[in-house]
């Protein structure tokens, strides 16, 4: 096996589409061995909320608006055919259908693999989010500079 | 000395090989998992990953169909 094969991926999307295309790679490659770090930054950050619906998170009002329409994993829209929230419906009725790993799956096979998972500093000020809002599976709060410590010598995706 | 039976026939991409990663990493040292897949991608990819990852990979035989039966040892 080559040594320290490697991919990070910057988690910027909240959409249901791209958070699936995001956990996909990320857990298939944690299976074949490589070491994964997913950087969750803005719309991305509501994939690892510890609460998944809709809910008033955020420091004052503003945000509090914002984090409720954001929402999180449960309520991520689709980038295309979104039908007012149908859509991840129906796409998690055919990919149930048609055995294909849901998104929720794709989350905690991500857990299983521990595939490193770390928030954006800046996104999370920004939207009045800490890391209590986070699930534990976290593993840290990071800026770019750490980012790029961590990402050096392997590959890295922006999705 | 464990034996332990994965049943990945109907799964796809990544799952094959995630579910086996996942399965094999909760395996003592010397324990084997039976890994019932599909030919295709996951008889391609499991077992060459397993090799990858230093599992021993004992067998690999047909069932029936389109289905094999991987034996790895950890």
Known sequence: MAENKKLSIIAFSGDFDKLTAVFTLGTGAAAVGYEVNIFFTFWGLDAIKKKQGRSFTGGNWLTKIFGFMMGGLKVTPTSRFNFLGAGPKIFRYLMKKNNVATLEELVEAAKALRINLYACEMAMHVLGLTKDDFIPEVKDVLGVASFLNLSEGGQTLFI | ?74
């Open chain 2, 1 to 74: 000395m464990a034996t332990k039976v994965l049943d990945i026939t109907k799964e796809h991409c990544p799952m094959t090989f995630v579910k086996t990663k996942i399965e094999l990493s909760k395996l003592n040292e010397g324990d084997i998992l039976e890994v019932l897949l599909a030919e295709g991608e996951p008889l391609d990819n499991v077992p060459r990953n397993a090799k990858e990852q230093g599992y021993n990979v004992i067998s690999i035989e047909h069932v029936e169909g389109t289905t094999h039966k991987v034996i790895i040892k950890k």
